[in-house]
Nanobody
Framework: QVQLVESGGGFVQAGGSLRLSCAAS????????MGWFRQAPGKEREFVAH????????YYADSVKGRFAISRDYAKNTVYLQINSLKPEDTAVYYC???????????????WGQGTQVTVSS
């Protein structure tokens, strides 16, 4: 199994920034792509971004391009999500996920974290 632990969520005012972290442990050799999803109140969970842990190639949802940046520390098995210019509509639980697959394919995630809450006030 692969365990994912998110951190870095919180309460922030609109226009602010946050950096979320996701640390992977366990059988991480089973994964090569890690990403972020989010679920706002009353909405379905949606893909945000993901990254190939080896190449560093990234892929973003159109809705977050330009404000969100995903990165990884290969040695630490950790992925980050930098969120800038936060908006109230960014309020959601942010989930880290991992899989073995291709960048650009937003399906097929086998492992999920518990989520971290991000709340943006106007």
């Amino acid at each position: 199994q692969v365990q994912l632990v998110e951190s870095g969520g919180g309460f922030v005012q609109a226009g602010g920034s946050l950096r979320l972290s996701c640390a992977a442990s366990g059988r991480t050799f089973r994964t090569n792509v890690m990403g972020w999803f989010r679920q706002a109140p009353g909405k379905e969970r949606e893909f945000v971004a993901h990254i190939n842990l080896n190449s560093g190639n990234t892929y973003y949802a159109d809705s977050v391009k330009g404000r969100f940046a995903i990165s990884r520390d290969y040695a630490k098995n950790t992925v980050y999500l930098q969120i800038n210019s936060l908006k109230p509509e960014d309020t959601a639980v942010y989930y880290c996920a991992a899989k073995w697959g291709l960048v650009g394919d937003t399906n097929g995630y086998a492992y999920w974290g518990q989520g971290t809450q991000v709340t943006v006030s106007s």
